[in-house]
Nanobody, 116 residues
Framework: QVQLVESGGGLVQPGGSLRLSCAASASIFTIYAMGWYRQAPGKQRELVATITRGGITNYADSVKGRFTISRDNVKNMVYLQMTGLKLEDTAVYYC??????????WGQGTQVTVSS
């Protein structure tokens, strides 16, 4: 099964930007959808953004217009460009691979903290 490793998290001020990266251990070319989810302290994990193998994207309403998901099927990478960060974006961000009938895979997560 594909293994995922996230990177790029950190501490940023409100209004700042970060780019998260997710490296896959195997080809993502045929994976139905790749996505980013996040979990804030005391809250359930929630969808942030997904991108299908055909390039169709979907975003949570809370991040539309601020975050952009992309995938590089050659490098087996998935990215989340985050701009206009808000305090409420603080969370652990997880990369996900949705392989439909073959299940899904999760990374270990990367912390994003938005604070002044």
């Amino acid at each position: 099964q594909v293994q995922l490793v996230e990177s790029g998290g950190g501490l940023v001020q409100p209004g700042g930007s970060l780019r998260l990266s997710c490296a896959a251990s195997a080809s993502i070319f045929t994976i139905y959808a790749m996505g980013w989810y996040r979990q804030a302290p005391g809250k359930q994990r929630e969808l942030v953004a997904t991108i299908t193998r055909g390039g169709i994207t979907n975003y949570a309403d809370s991040v539309k217009g601020r975050f952009t998901i992309s995938r590089d099927n050659v490098k087996n990478m998935v990215y989340l460009q985050m701009t206009g960060l808000k305090l409420e974006d603080t969370a652990v961000y997880y990369c996900n691979a949705n392989m439909l009938g073959d299940g899904s895979a999760w990374g270990q997560g990367t912390q994003v903290t938005v604070s002044s």
